[in-house]
């Protein structure tokens, strides 16, 4: 008799540990399943409609061209694409979604030195100058992003005019921001600051359809990082915006109510 409840008991066992087995490898196969529908096919630079984009002075036979072979991956918002220190092979394109670049400081402090939208490209000056990514690239929300060969890349920059002054002027532009984010933290207030941020906010993503909410959404640690300060301070700053009608706060969304005294805050106007 006791042998016999011994056999039942490590039958139950044995099946339980089956089930569970199969519970996690379904549950595997439906997340990949899942995970592969929301994945578009591979999309052809020339069925791009980014008009902004940095390859729209390309013919669509040297979109073709740029296209062969390039890579194609599906990331999750909060998902690293690219991290600082890594070795640049080749240069990313924002097929559709919100991208931040960030770099960490001597005590682990982040601090974003740019914000990516659909369009734009990103890890492209490391890939230059044959160095090391000076920042890690992560998603801000579900974002689908192309990633271009070195060698690809450089042939069409050789052959196109066109592409390398739209180059030479996106460089310049980022130098110009990086500049200013210098000057930005060591003379501004906090409040100014976060000011400034918002607008970089607004400038990059623009607004969504009621013209008055900035189309991303990031957290009050992430506006600090923007800001080169601490989320406590952030937040004092974003209540006081509030208090004094420029912005209001709903959740992590952010209505801008009076755009101009947003942009004489910030030192843009």
Known sequence: MFDIYLYDINHINICLKFYFLYYIYNEFVTKKINLMKKLPPQMKCSECNHSNGLFCCLSDTEKDVLSEGKGFGYYKKGQVIFNEGNFAHGVFCVSKGKIKLSKLGKEGKEQITRLANAGEIIGYRAFLNGEVYKATATALEDSYICMISKDKFMNTLGTNGDLSLKLLRL?????????????????????????????????????????????????????ADMSGTTTESAIRSLLQLKKEKVIDLIGKNIKILNLMQLEKMANVM
């Open 171 to 223: 460089i310049s532009k980022d130098l110009k921001t990086a500049e200013e984010h210098i000057v930005d933290i060591a003379q501004n207030t906090v409040k100014e600051r976060v000011a400034r941020s918002l607008m970089e906010m607004i400038e990059t993503f623009g607004f969504t359809n009621d013209k008055k909410t900035i189309d991303v959404t990031m957290t009050r640690s992430e506006i």
